[in-house]
């Protein structure tokens, strides 16, 4: 008795996502860290735009590397940052939104000859939204 054909399509679809995933990672990572510097840096001074450029990137790694149990101590850890800057308290998820939009864009402009990439792409950053999301309304 062999394995039922749609089994083993999923089991092929989680590699490609996780190759995405991987994939995203290297070309996502500058952007995150850019457009968190963006925002900080006219609202606190180099020391805390790079503590906050940093927190958002291993935010950013989380969401799009690891198992959404592990984003919500990281996303805590950058709002007690932000808090303690004296930042709004929208501010994380507003450079959130900045960042998930930019690589929106990307994958659009980027990846629209190539359907393929483009949906496990498309995937990845829908599985990022979910992830911000639930942790966003868990405060």
Do not use: Q
């Not at 070309?27 to 735009?49: C, F, H, N, Q």
């Amino acid at each position: 008795m062999g394995i039922h054909p749609e089994f083993t399509s999923f089991e092929r679809r989680s590699a490609n996502l996780d190759e995405a995933r991987r994939t995203m990672w290297l070309w996502a990572e500058p952007i995150v860290i850019d457009r968190a510097v963006d925002v900080y840096a006219r609202l606190v001074d180099e020391t805390g735009t790079v503590a906050m450029a940093r927190k958002h990137c291993r935010l950013w790694r989380a969401v799009l590397l690891e198992p959404t149990a592990t984003v919500s101590p990281v996303i805590d850890d950058l709002r007690r940052a932000a808090h303690g800057l004296g930042l709004p308290d929208t501010l994380v998820e507003d450079v959130n939104d900045l960042i998930l939009e930019e690589l929106v864009d990307i994958v659009m402009s980027r990846y629209r000859t190539s359907r393929n990439s483009a949906k496990a792409f498309s995937m990845v950053l829908m599985t990022a939204t979910s992830c911000l999301g639930s942790v966003r309304f868990s405060v």
